[in-house]
């Protein structure tokens, strides 16, 4: 029992392990952003199963790429944005995307458990595209994950309003003019990006604990539009930091930790919406429902 | 305001009207009526500049359709939201201001004062800060009332936008659709499948029925006579209690399905 317990936590020559995981901290702290703020668009728009199917396909990408000794990072990217575009081209529709997504996934996570069969190296790389990493980020891995990163930040900076309202209402945003029909594709390929470097870290089977959870978590404490991106990003990255932290000395990957965390905070918001929905959440002025006359 | 000349729209082969000409007077009330896929929504999007003509000519205010014109506002039929959308309802008034922009976009003081002007104009004050997921159907429609005035357009296009509201909401929104116009000359073309909760604010009816049409006053247009010609089977119309009631094979004709409509390819 004391064993298991030691390979989970451990804590000795902290110090010293904590000088080698710098890259996976920095590497965290931006993924707990690009997660954070990508994550309120994933909620918004109804696509957690799209995030799973396109990181499916980006782990089959990643594991042909260890398999021929091309890089990982740019093997899960170009699988994320092949994943991306086909439920982009043929998935307009929510029920023709499920059912899209649907039939990709497994297609991928077969293609993958081919390629990985196939590979002859070490097997903590083939479980680290799954379930995530135990070993540090290296520079190069860096380097890719900070310039995609730059990419979906820079995408999200000049998409947000628009893709706020497209979200909302696609037929009052069109109508005011917003591209509601190139926004949905465009959008589907930064979300491709995001899911390629989350899964370098927390493993194609776990993305949903950065790309939706910190996102949903902060939906149930507030509405305000600035607050549920700035909250998501905060869950996000204390998930991310927190996880690194707590997994460094222990033999396990990171992901477990950054799951547990992230659904831990998840809970304590829910809990939290679920008080203030019978107390001050919904309260408005007096007789509300029955609003007196227009004033004007 | 508007003008349709010889207008026809048409997806491939199926003709949804043809040779319609029509003018829309500032501060008019023109109801579109007619079965699911009779082509109202068509028209709707045709004003809006997303479908173009296959025939004739279409203006609003002299000029051709245009996407996001500011001179129209788009009222759409509520819709159930999910209680976890970010947004309160002042957000969802801003968006009618500023949602087409790109960038993040900070609220100024201009835009907040404008949001707070267009929330009294629909009465929508005391739920300002509430997140828009946990409104009534009826408030929702107010908002978005709101949100359509936002560019104080000259054109309200409306679609169905009473659908699945109880009567107590229909008659609170038809009137403040009603008291825009009024106050403002601001014209209104407002798709419907029921024309009772707007009956008393209607100047004139546009009624589709398989590729033909009617335009003319209720009087007109609201008869037995006339509706049977353009049904092409016989229907009874029934003035009782201030309300139309219509009676004969309108059910095979899909008249009385609201929700559905016909959207194009």
Not at chain 1, 61 to 69: D, E, K, N, R, Y
Not at chain 1, 215 to 239: C, D, G, K, Q
Not at chain 2, 46 to 64: C, F, H, Q, Y
Not at chain 2, 213 to 240: C, K, N, Q, W
Request: with cysteine; net charge positive; proline share 6%.
């Amino acid at each position: 029992m004391n064993d298991v317990w030691h390979q989970i936590f451990n804590f000795t020559d902290y110090g010293a392990l904590l000088a080698l995981v710098r890259n996976s901290l920095i590497a965290g702290a931006i993924l707990g952003i690009v997660g954070g703020l990508v994550g309120v668009f994933v909620m918004m728009r109804d696509l957690p199963f799209a995030v799973h199917g396109i990181s499916e396909l980006s782990f089959a990408g990643a594991s042909a790429a260890l398999l021929i000794g091309a890089n990982v990072v740019a093997g899960s990217l170009v699988g994320s944005v092949v994943a991306a575009s086909i439920i982009g081209a043929l998935g307009m529709r929510a029920r023709d995307r499920n059912s899209i997504i649907g039939v990709l996934m497994p297609f991928g996570l077969g293609l993958g458990v081919l390629f990985l069969a196939l590979y002859k190296g070490r097997a903590a790389n083939k479980f680290g595209l799954l379930t995530g990493q135990i070993i540090a980020v290296d520079t190069p891995q860096l380097s890719w994950l900070a310039a995609t990163s730059a990419v979906v930040l820079v995408a999200l900076a000049v998409l947000w309003r628009p893709l706020t309202f497209a979200s909302v209402d696609p037929e009052v945003a069109a109508a005011r003019g917003v591209p509601v029909r190139a926004l949905a594709p465009i959008f589907t390929i930064v979300l491709g990006l995001a899911v390629a470097i989350s899964i370098q870290i927390v493993g194609a089977l776990l993305v949903l604990a950065l790309l939706c959870t910190p996102a949903a978590a902060a939906m149930r404490v507030t509405a305000s539009p600035v607050r549920v991106p700035l909250l998501s990003v905060l869950f996000a990255t204390v998930s991310m930091l927190g996880g690194t932290l707590l997994a460094l000395g222990s033999s396990v990957p990171i992901s477990p930790y950054v799951t547990t965390i992230s659904f831990l905070i998840y809970l304590v918001c829910r809990g939290i919406g679920a008080a203030r929905s019978r107390g001050a959440w919904t309260r408005r002025g007096a007789g509300a429902t029955r609003t007196a006359g227009p004033v004007l | 305001m508007i003008s349709l000349k010889e207008a026809a729209l048409s997806y491939g082969e199926r003709v949804l009207w043809r040779d319609l000409t029509l003018d829309v007077e500032p501060g008019e009330f023109l109801v579109v009526l007619g079965p699911n896929g009779s082509g109202k929504t068509s028209l709707l999007r045709a004003l809006l500049g997303e479908v173009p003509l296959s025939a004739g000519t279409m203006t609003i205010g002299g000029r051709p359709p245009r996407r996001g014109s500011p001179l129209i506002g788009y009222v759409p039929q509520q819709k159930a939201m999910s209680p976890a959308m970010p947004l309160r309802s002042r957000d969802l008034v801003r968006l009618g201001i500023d949602g087409h922009r790109w960038g993040m976009g900070r609220a100024g003081r201009a835009v907040r004062a404008r949001v707070d002007e267009l929330l009294a104009e629909v009465g929508a004050e005391s739920y300002a800060d509430v997140p828009i997921g946990t409104l009534s159907g009826g408030e929702q429609q107010r908002l978005r009332i709101a949100q359509a005035l936002a560019t104080d357009p000259r054109i309200l296009l409306c679609d169905e936008p009473l659908l699945s509201l109880d009567p107590h909401h229909q008659q609170a929104v038809a009137e403040l659709i009603d008291r825009r116009r009024r106050r403002h000359d601001t014209a209104v073309v407002f798709v419907t499948h029921e024309i009772n909760p707007v009956l008393p604010m209607v100047d004139r009816v546009l009624y589709f029925v398989d590729g033909r049409f009617r335009a003319g006053t209720v009087r007109e247009v609201m008869t037995s006579h006339t509706l049977s010609d353009l049904y092409g089977t016989p229907v009874e119309v029934i003035r009782a209690g201030g309300r139309i009631l219509m009676a004969g094979a309108l059910d095979a004709a899909g008249h009385h399905h609201p929700g559905g409509e016909e959207h194009g390819p």
